[in-house]
């Protein structure tokens, strides 16, 4: 499948979340006007977690005009079942430790360690650092590039972004506008 393009439908596919199984994407899109999905690294990522706690921070300004967001990571349920809680975190991850949504929708690694951090992932995981975050269990593939997806409530894409390095990915007052 090549990569997607706003306008295009975003294929359904199942999902686990460390607390439930066999949701669609489909289901879960129609509960709101708009979705964002996130596709993450892993949980162990310093870089992730730090993404993850903004997200977090910033979660009731993202969905102040009554869209949602789901985070997707190549991360073990089980293993995320046993490091938290349900209400840890006022939306879903979406547990892929094989990579398999990630191949599908071509979301490509970089091709080296280089390529992958810049400026803005370095001032990150700085940030994270500083924050008492530190680098968890390795899942997954360690070059994984980050992209971002808005779609409407029919699994439309009304933004469609692969990231070019492991920082490209909106921040909360940036998804906040596309989910308004």
Do not use: N, W
Request: charged share 25%; aromatic share 8%.
């Amino acid at each position: 499948m090549p990569q997607l393009k706003v306008g295009e439908q975003m294929p359904d596919f199942s999902f686990c979340t460390p607390f439930e199984k066999d949701r669609t994407l489909r289901e879960t899109a129609a509960r709101a006007p708009k979705t964002a999905l996130l596709f993450l690294r892993y949980y162990g990522c310093t870089l992730c977690q730090y993404d993850i706690h903004q997200f977090k921070v910033h979660y009731d300004e993202i969905t102040a005009a009554g869209g949602q967001m789901l985070v997707v990571l190549q991360s073990d349920p089980e293993r995320l079942a046993g490091q938290m809680r349900r209400e840890d975190l006022p939306f879903d991850l979406i547990c892929d430790p094989k990579g398999e949504l990630y191949q599908k929708f071509e979301i490509r690694p970089a091709a080296s360690m280089e390529e992958l951090a810049d400026a803005k992932a370095v001032e990150k995981i700085a940030a994270a650092k500083a924050a008492g975050m530190t680098h968890g269990e390795y899942e997954g593939d360690e070059l994984q590039l980050p992209a971002s997806f808005v779609m409407d409530q029919d699994c439309r894409l009304l933004y469609a972004h692969y990231g070019k390095t492991a920082a490209d990915l909106p921040d909360p007052a940036q998804l906040a506008a596309l989910l308004s």
